[in-house]
């Protein structure tokens, strides 16, 4: 069973960086596109960003644009969301799940990033 | 303000049917697929309808999608306790290049 598990999150001040990874546990990482999904504190989902196989494609929502960048390395199964200039409203459990509207969809446990001072 | 609107409640008793409703424009359920995910307190979301209509295996198919337009549903039926959640739909919108998902909606089981 394929498994996702972030890492990277915690407390960071206004301004801020953190760089998330998301490690999978399959040997076929580079067959699918990833994205990183948020959650603020008792609010809905939000979708940040995604990457594609080979990392020629990427989006991002509108909010994140210029300060976070999602990147991924096939060779070592890792996907990273670099996050710079956090915001208190960044705030939020960060997803990582792979072919999000797809059959074969997996999600990770999620990661914690408080921005505060 | 979500692109996708759902309704933020529904409720039903054990047994009934629900039907959870996700309206959006043409750049995004016009033009492409809808998902739902489910998602329990604490808990990652789950893909429960991909492609509008298709279930991942696992998921029972007391669990149904539909689209018409720019509008989309998930039915449940047989409802049961377990089946308390929140309920999201999601899309990709051609136009933000960016999925969007609804505010999501809760489901009580009466």
């Known amino acids: 069973e394929v498994q996702l598990v972030e890492s990277g999150g915690g407390l960071v001040q206004p301004g801020g960086s953190l760089r998330l990874s998301c490690a999978a546990s399959t040997l076929t990482f580079s067959d699918y596109w990833f994205h990183w999904v948020r959650q603020a504190p008792g609010k809905g989902l939000e979708w940040v960003a995604n990457?594609?196989?080979?990392?020629?494609?990427?989006y991002y929502v509108d909010s994140v644009k210029g300060r976070f960048t999602i990147s991924r390395d096939n060779a070592k199964n890792l996907l990273y969301l670099q996050m710079n200039n956090l915001r208190p409203d960044d705030t939020a459990v960060y997803y990582c799940?792979?072919?999000?509207?797809?059959?074969?969809?997996?999600w990770g446990q999620g990661t914690t990033v408080t921005v505060s001072s | 303000q979500s692109v996708l609107t759902q309704p933020p409640s529904a409720s039903g008793a054990p047994g009934q049917r629900v039907s959870i409703s996700c309206s959006g424009s043409?750049?995004?359920?016009?033009?492409?697929?809808v998902n739902w995910y489910r998602q329990l307190p604490g808990t990652a979301p789950k893909l429960l309808i991909y492609s509008n209509d298709q279930r991942p295996s696992g998921v029972p198919d007391r669990f149904s999608g539909s689209k018409s337009g720019t509008s989309a549903s998930l039915a449940l039926s047989g409802l049961q306790s377990e089946d308390e959640a929140e309920y999201y739909c999601?899309?990709?919108?051609?136009?933000?290049?960016?999925?969007?998902f609804g505010g999501g909606t809760k489901l009580t089981v009466l």
């Open positions: 990457v594609n196989q080979d990392a020629s494609k990427t």
């Open positions: 043409k750049s995004n359920i016009g033009l492409n697929h």
């Open positions: 999601a899309a990709w919108d051609g136009s933000l290049e960016a999925f969007v």
């Open positions: 799940a792979r072919a999000i509207a797809a059959a074969d969809c997996v």
